[in-house]
């Protein structure tokens, strides 16, 4: 520790820590725009501007940038000195030379920095008064709207998107105060994480499309805190609301999971929300009208469930307490995972591994520690974005620990880091059947099927730890990859192994654990991230059930005759003709869905139910940490949540534990009671009748304006603000308005600090670190020791002719399902298509384009062909979830068609 003097205040801080950052810390009010927390300084502003002196004696000092100033014991500053806010008042006047007076239309108005930093400095009154420069502005796709009039210079844009997110297509151009960022020509932006742009940017160059076409001030949304639910990560996220529809998603900081950033998909993937294809009423189709009122529906699904034998088929995007609650309906030995059977037991075979292996989960933090990375069969960008996010943060943590920290280099010196690192990077191998994003960042890439890709694992295992099975049959050249990655492995620090259940394939997720155990073994501190392919597939896990494939052949075989399927589109789970042979085998469907799909259309009794900013439940990820998201606004009595709809469900048909249920908060109780693996579910946030000096916590800001006036066309009276039962939160803006726990955080703001990001550092205990009182979530997944290593090495893969072996693809826009019903995430869906091997197509005669027609399990396929150069021959390669697409369970044997006549080559495998 150093002991520091601010204006003649001693503070005790951490030495060797970025000046700025420690000033912010302290809760000193110090503009600053270059500087961000997650990318360091560079200087560009002078903003920041401070006085230092030598010593006690020295009066007059110097002006230096404190975010390029290294804290040291004895160090003397003052923020006050006249000449120091001269000095920052004189920049933001510059600054500000060509800024346009547009704050009354620009998009960031209300929760802009610049804004925030005018007001900071005293900058009140503009002196230019000659013409201004001005740009011309692009189009930057259906996230983003480009202003480049409003740009200050501060690269933070450019920084973010090429250093920290490794994006390729926009750069600054030009020199001095004439720069223009953006790309060399108008055109989408390719990058997965480019909204996070709308965040970093401290004026309105950058902002979010999609909240400009709904409604343009922030400070008008009523907000709540909540969970991703377009993957299975669990990114916190603040959803805004106003008139009743979603408006926007923005980052909320945690410091365990996201940081400061969300992909593409999570931030724009909300507009399903507002989908004309929304469920409103409840539906009986036995009665004329079919839209009846919410109670003649709960008393038709209760009687419907009463008079047959029931089963329910939960789901992975349905909260934890919604699947708890059917499974109570109907059952425990009724209760079946709505996922398909290789899911299933893949997500199964994630959890086993988590609970009982060797190695620990990291978070998304953690994983950027990492110092050596080995990602076997997963393709993170698509299916994980904010781990290969991370997972670009790790490769540098080598040569920062060696080469910067001998050259005595702060860390967050930025540009001298990178000036210094250049193009070192730290060990990351890939294997995998298609290139990804991150194989830029990769000392090697190995292409090859699953089967081959868990060989290499096993063997990588045996090699660091002769107790993991050996693999027999494996080339020279295979044997020297193996060890060349096991030595890296096994130099590191932190070494770490990344699969998951994309590639589908046991024999992978067995092979990875192997590794984590061996290093483990070996006493390394080792750990092992696996992604699931949902946002509640762990919590589904968790809680328990049959397969799907039970549910089919209960009906089929006449054990049941009613199903309850609760969030849930079968025919994205099992093939068409098996959905449409099962539910034209049930007496009666009983379905609660948010959105119109192919299987409500086939439900006798369907319930609206509510998505995920018109609900409160509990999410796990993938690390199996749970937390809660809450309602951002309330809705009417014929939407409500799952767990709530099955809930009166039960309580009509007189079930004595649902009946004695009266809230949110006892089904919480109820399931830390059953499951005490699920005990900390509690924790993740304060129960509904917490209270601070008591008051509740309020959604909306403090300038939230029209209360009176949006209820106009109902009453001219302002009509009884509705209360929330089931949580601490208000939908007001009356309440307590210091910091609450960080689980009910609904939005950043603190006088003075309007922007998101900005405010954020008054509510962490240092920047960039934790949330005071510690960051949301509870995890509950703790690793035993107890498994053993696996010993399923899988045989060389041998292709088959006649046939293709077909792998599934994964899209970061395009194979999540929800997110597919958001008009600006439609606009990033490729074209359906099948990947073949260059080679193979050679062979069948196969062009670019040309239609492959083939069939998996008697579904009949006719995709363009898409060669590739890495897909192994005699596999090929499917999109998983295209709209268009039938389901297809891959990986599978597909046949192809009669007229593709064609002998497989044979080949050297691992």
């Known amino acids: 520790m150093a002991t520091i003097y ?104 209300g929760a802009c920095h610049l804004q925030d930093m005018t007001v900071m400095t005293g900058h009140n009154y503009r002196t230019y008064s000659f013409q201004k420069r001005t740009y011309h502005n692009q189009y930057l796709g259906p996230f983003l709207n480009h202003e480049m009039n409003r740009c200050i210079q501060c690269y933070r844009c450019v920084r973010y998107y090429k250093d920290y997110a490794g994006g390729k297509d926009l750069d600054v151009f030009a020199a001095h105060n004439h720069l223009y960022f953006g790309r060399a020509e108008d055109g989408v932006l390719e990058s997965e994480f480019s909204g996070n742009l709308a965040e970093v940017c401290p004026t309105g160059v950058f902002t979010d499309k999609t909240l400009k076409q709904h409604y343009t001030r922030k400070w008008d949304l009523r907000m709540a805190p909540s969970v991703c639910h377009h993957c299975s990560l669990g990114c916190n996220t603040i959803a805004g609301e106003r008139y009743g529809t979603l408006r926007n998603i923005t980052n909320r900081y945690n410091g365990e999971v996201n940081g400061y950033f969300l992909c593409d998909r999570g931030r724009f993937g909300y507009e399903f929300v507002n989908s004309p294809g929304r469920i409103r009423k409840p539906l009986v189709r036995s009665r004329l009208p079919e839209a009846t009122e919410k109670y ?27 699947n708890y609650v059917l499974k109570k309906l109907v059952g425990e030995d009724n209760f079946h995972h709505g996922v398909s059977d290789v899911d299933h037991d893949l997500v199964d075979l994630s959890l086993s591994i988590l609970r009982d292996g060797a190695a620990r989960t990291p978070s998304l933090r953690e994983v950027e520690k990492a110092d050596a990375v080995f990602i076997l069969g997963e393709d993170l960008t698509s299916t994980a974005p904010m781990l290969a996010l991370a997972v670009r943060q790790s490769v540098r943590q080598k040569p920062l ?73 494996i080339t020279e050249e295979g044997q020297e990859l193996a060890q060349q990655i096991a030595d890296a492995l096994m130099a590191a620090k932190n070494p770490l192994i990344i699969s998951g259940t994309s590639s589908g394939s046991e024999r992978v997720l067995k092979a990875a654990a192997n590794i984590a155990h061996a290093l483990v073994a070996k006493e390394k501190a080792a750990s092992i991230s696996l992604v699931v392919p949902e946002c509640n597939s762990m919590g589904l896990a968790m809680l328990g059930g049959h397969k799907l494939e039970s549910a089919f052949e209960a009906v089929m075989n006449g054990y049941a005759d009613t199903v309850i399927i609760l ?18 085998n049930c007496k009666q469907v009983i379905a609660l869905d948010h959105l119109h799909n192919a299987t409500t259309e086939k439900a006798d009794i369907l319930l609206p139910a509510a998505p995920f900013s018109e609900a409160d439940g509990t999410l796990i990820n993938n690390e199996g940490r749970a937390q809660r998201f809450f309602q951002v606004h309330p809705t009417s009595e014929e939407i409500q ?34 499951y005490p693996e699920l005990e900390g579910v509690r924790k993740t946030a304060p129960p509904s009748d917490f209270r601070i000096a008591g008051q509740r916590i309020p959604r909306e800001p403090q300038r939230f304006s029209g209360r009176t006036a949006m209820q106009a066309n109902i009453n001219v009276s302002e009509p009884k603000p509705a209360e929330d039962p089931d949580s601490a939160l208000s939908y007001t803006m009356e309440g307590y308005r210091g910091q609450p726990p960080s689980s009910l955080i609904p939005f950043f703001w603190t006088p003075g600090w309007n922007s998101n990001q900005q405010a954020t550092n008054k509510y962490q205990e240092e920047v960039g670190g934790h949330l005071k009182g510690g960051d949301p979530g509870v995890r509950l997944i703790a690793p035993a020791g107890s498994a053993p290593y696996s010993t399923a090495v899988p045989q060389k893969f ?113």
């Open 296 to 322: 003649p529906a709960l008393k038709a699904a209760s009687s419907a469930i009463s008079a047959g034998r029931v089963i329910g088929i939960g789901s992975p995007r349905a909260s934890l307490e919604s």
């Open 567 to 584: 969030e849930n589109d079968l025919y994205r789970r099992a093939g068409a003709a098996t959905i449409d042979q099962f539910l034209k």
């Open 401 to 473: 620990l060696e080469e910067v920290s001998q050259a005595k280099i702060p860390v967050w010196q930025d540009a001298a880091v990178r000036e210094l690192v250049q193009s070192e990077k730290g060990p990351l191998f890939i294997a995998h059947y298609t290139p990804t994003k991150l194989d830029e960042l990769a000392t090697l890439t190995f292409f090859d099927s699953p089967e081959t890709i868990a060989r290499l694992g096993f063997a990588v295992a045996n090699l660091i730890h002769p107790d993991s099975p050996e693999v027999r049959g």
């Open 6 to 109: 601010i204006d003649n205040q001693p503070y005790q801080v951490q030495a060797g820590k970025n000046l700025l950052e420690t000033c912010l810390t302290l809760g000193k009010d110090l503009p600053y725009f270059c500087w961000h927390p997650a990318m360091g300084s560079i200087g560009a502003c002078r903003q920041c501007a401070v006085k230092v002196y030598k010593d006690e004696n020295d009066t007059k000092g110097k002006l230096f940038m404190s975010c390029m100033e290294q804290v040291r014991d004895g160090m003397r500053i003052s923020i006050a000195d006249l000449e120091a806010k001269e000095f920052r008042a004189h920049i933001i006047g510059w600054l500000m030379t060509n800024h346009p007076h547009d704050c009354a239309v620009c998009d960031e108005g």
């Open 798 to 910: 041998i292709p088959l002719e006649g046939h293709l072996y077909m792998l599934p693809l994964h899209h970061t826009f395009g194979s999540e399902e929800l997110s597919n019903h958001s008009p600006s995430i439609r606009e990033r869906i490729p074209e359906a298509y099948v990947a073949i091997n260059a080679a193979d197509a050679l062979r069948m005669k196969l062009d670019e384009g040309q239609l492959l027609s083939f069939s998996i399990e008697g579904q009949i396929y006719q995709l363009p062909v898409k060669l590739s150069q890495t897909i192994p021959s005699g596999t090929a390669g499917m999109p998983n979830g295209l709209p268009g697409v039938p389901f297809a369970e891959l990986p599978a044997w597909a046949i192809l068609n009669r007229d593709i006549q064609w002998k497989q080559q044979p080949q050297t495998t691992f």
């Open 641 to 674: 949540e799952s767990w709530h709809w099955l809930a009166e469900v039960g309580t009509i048909m007189a079930d004595e534990q649902i009946s004695s249920w009266h809230g949110y908060d006892d089904i919480v109780k109820a399931i830390a009671k059953e």
